[in-house]
C-alpha cells in the first residue's frame, strides 16, 4: 500500500497551478504549500498523497490515482488539458487492461504520464 508519492519539478508554480486544476475533480487541493521551500502537498481533506518540490526531475513517471466513478475520470481528463497538461489518452475503457478499466491519461508539465482511473462498472 502506498502511503504517499514525492516529484521533483522543473517549475514548482507551473506544476502547483496544474495539479490544483488537475485533481480538483477528485477532491484533492493542496493541504501543504509552501511558496518559499517550492513544496506543496495535495490529497483530500487532513490527507496528502502527491507532494511536489522543485527540483530537476530525475526520471519521468506513471502515477495512476482512483476514481470512484468515470464521470470524475472525466472532469480530470478535462482540468488537466485545460491546465496545460497533454493528452496521452482520452476517457474511456480499456478492455485489455480488464473488462470495466476506465482511464484518462495526462502528461503533466514535465512529461510524467497522470492516469485517473475508474474500476467500476458503468
Known amino acids: 500500500m502506498i502511503d504517499h508519492i514525492g516529484l521533483k519539478v522543473s517549475s514548482f508554480e507551473t506544476s ?9 475533480p477528485l477532491g484533492y487541493r493542496a493541504e501543504y504549500d509552501d511558496p518559499k521551500s517550492k513544496t506543496a502537498g495535495f490529497g483530500a481533506k487532513g490527507s496528502i498523497d502527491l507532494w511536489i518540490s522543485e527540483g530537476q526531475p530525475l ?8 476514481s470512484h466513478d468515470r464521470a470524475t475520470v472525466n472532469r480530470f ?3 488537466a ?3 496545460g497538461g497533454k493528452d496521452n489518452g482520452a476517457p474511456g475503457l ?10 484518462a491519461f495526462v502528461l503533466d508539465p514535465d512529461g510524467n504520464n497522470i492516469e485517473m ?5 458503468a
Open 117 to 121: 482511473v475508474c474500476h467500476e462498472a
Open 81 to 83: 488539458l485545460k491546465a
Open 77 to 79: 481528463h478535462a482540468a
Open 94 to 103: 480499456r478492455p485489455d487492461y480488464s473488462p470495466t478499466y476506465y482511464a
Open 59 to 66: 526520471a519521468r513517471v506513471h502515477i495512476a490515482l482512483r
Open 16 to 24: 502547483r497551478r496544474f495539479y490544483a486544476s488537475a485533481l480538483e
